[in-house]
């Protein structure tokens, strides 16, 4: 008996830490906001990172949700976490909220629930400057492979045929070896790709002229609450529709988001 009754204060407590959102969230006893706890993996510039100055979080996933919670009365606070400690995070109500360059896949939505695509990727590789051997995706066939634990690039990397696949904890120690020498070529979303190369200066490394597929980015909630994600996804159409997400995506891009992505409303 005291066993349940203890259980039930549980439940009632918890019942009170969501009231208003369906989710996990608390509230902000200085704003009176609702709490939108968020993870993501600050190592994925130009979607998440960690200014070296303020310690501020910074990317275009940043600007994204706090965006969004501004739209839907929510205080955003963020935690720097590992990519594949995010989903069991949002299953240990951890966290409300995972944004951090994660692809829709099926198998991942068997876990979670996502809201509707707020960016459209795909997978690239990065080499050294004078490797001459990789080209197209047959190039990586049998060679050495660098990817982020729990990507949609180590899924692909184990894909390719021959392929001797290394695994990091986080995509900038990836990138670290393949300058090293270390692997031949590191299979990661273009986007990335694309910010680390230009950021490099003079460290020998270019993007591939290869991509390996398209995906959809999604912003992940703890699968069945309804709640949360309708909101997640009402406060992505107004910024949509009002031209903030427009104005973020020409901040970190440098070009107009794609007319089928503004569409998904």
């Not at 910010?195 to 200066?201: F, N």
Request: net charge negative; glycine share 12%; charged share 25%.
């Amino acid at each position: 008996m005291k066993r349940w009754f203890a259980l039930l204060g549980v439940l009632l407590l918890a019942g009170v830490l969501v009231a208003g959102c369906g989710g996990n969230a608390g509230s902000d006893a200085s704003s009176g906001k609702q709490v939108l706890r968020v993870g993501m993996d600050a190592s994925y510039p130009p979607f998440g990172s960690q200014d070296q100055d303020t310690q501020d979080y910074v990317g275009y996933d940043v600007d994204i949700i706090r965006a969004i919670g501004e739209q839907e009365g929510f205080e955003v606070q963020i935690s720097n976490r590992s990519f594949d400690g995010l989903i069991p995070a949002l299953q240990s109500h951890d966290i409300d909220v995972a944004i951090n360059d994660i692809t829709i896949t099926d198998e991942r939505r068997q876990n979670v629930d996502f809201s509707k695509r707020y960016y459209i990727a795909g997978l690239g590789a990065v080499v050294k400057a004078d490797n001459d051997t990789i080209h197209t995706a047959k190039d990586l066939e049998g060679k050495t492979l660098g990817v982020s634990i729990g990507s949609t690039g180590e899924e692909a990397a184990r894909k390719i045929p021959g392929a001797n696949v290394r695994v990091f904890n986080a995509i900038n120690e990836a990138f670290l070896e393949v300058q090293n020498g270390g692997v031949d070529a590191v299979i990661n979303d273009i986007p990335t790709n694309e910010y680390y190369v230009s950021h490099t200066g003079g460290q020998g490394v270019r993007t591939a002229e290869l991509a390996l597929t398209r995906e959809d980015l999604g912003i992940a909630v703890l699968k069945g609450n309804a709640e949360l994600l309708n909101k997640i996804d009402d406060g992505l159409a107004k910024i949509k529709k009002n031209g903030k997400f427009t104005e973020i995506y020409k901040k970190w891009f440098g070009k107009e988001p794609p007319a089928e992505l503004l569409q998904d409303e």
